[in-house]
């Protein structure tokens, strides 16, 4: 990427715009795009690199007059890929750390709340690794808040083909909670 | 189980088309095993996004993670500020916008050729140290139209974290002030 360069013939305003607008980008996604990594099984610390190279690659595109047409699920994505490239990590899975979760979501509770929260968290957690890796992801950029159609241009996969995953993934969800 | 089943989630997030959707509804109103059907997945969902935060919170925190000053978002701006103002000065003798503005530290202007001249060996310089002015009389020596390189520091522009760090661009802008080419310069 070093010394790459670019030729453009852009307005000095429209490069202002882009390197404001990246800059927007960058507080608004950081730490969705930062979760959604270390979700995937990244450390935090290779969460922080990926996130980098992805807004590096964001800051290319606008200043190759590249589309600005869907920029989140476009991001989510270049991330998704780097996350793929970490090849080592990235087999590490998410709820891997139960405990910690656990101990989190008690608090100050009482003793028998404690117990009552951690038997629900190892029930979720069975559930959530019942899951596949794409149904996970999938309710992952969900839970991010990003539509079926993003999701779908995360993960290389039709609309409709998430929506079903989406489905299926809940329904499983569902049913192994529900004791 | 109701047929509308496979459809619940989808409503359930507005991803249904609107008559598909109104007959969903409809249904789900109706229908007692539905509506237990829809509570069940939204406390899974609500379970899910708890648990997938609670795990993200569990994590140790990355260096840079919190180091987003309030001034980032305007930083961006006073950069174009400076480039407008710079290109506002510019006047017909190019060796004197290069006089002006090199007492701007950031961004640091570079005033060049319309071609930039390919490094030889007694420039092997790495190019994050060229950044300087040539003096007036190279300027004035070359007959060639002149054009003006900009070496902004990408820190100035985006929040710390937001690229590694020593990245810079180059504009190259030309003499009605767009920017011909950009080049990204770590």
Known sequence: ?179 | MCNFNGNLVAWMDGELASDIAVNVEKHVQSCADCRRQVALYESASRDFTAYYVMRDQSQPVAVSANRIPRWAPYAAAVVAILLVALMSLRPDKPAQIVSETAKVTTPAVVESSAEPARPTQSQSTPVAHQRHVRNNSQAAESPAPSAIQIAIPAEAMFPPGAVPEGVAYIASLAPDGSVQSIRLQP
């Open chain 1, 1 to 179: 990427m070093s010394g790459d360069s670019i030729s453009l013939s852009l307005p000095l305003s429209r490069f202002a715009t882009d390197a404001y607008e990246a800059t927007t980008l960058f507080q608004e996604l950081r730490k969705p795009l930062a979760r959604y990594l270390t979700g995937l099984g990244l450390s935090p610390e290779e969460a922080q690199d990926v996130v980098q190279d992805s807004f590096l690659q964001l800051h290319k595109h606008l200043a190759a007059g590249g589309s600005r047409d869907n920029i989140r699920s476009w991001l989510f994505r270049v991330a998704h890929n780097g996350a793929r490239n970490c090849q080592q990590s990235y087999a590490r899975r998410m709820g891997e750390s139960l405990e910690p979760i656990a101990g989190a979501a008690s608090g100050e509770a009482s003793p028998e709340q404690v117990v009552l929260a951690k038997e629900r968290f190892e029930r979720l957690n069975a559930a959530v690794h019942s899951l596949s890796e794409q149904e996970r992801q999938c309710l992952m950029l969900r839970a991010e808040g990003l539509r079926y159609r993003e999701i779908g241009e995360v993960m290389g996969i039709p609309v409709s083909t998430t929506a079903d995953i989406v489905s299926r993934a809940v329904n499983k969800l569902a049913e192994k909670c529900d004791v």
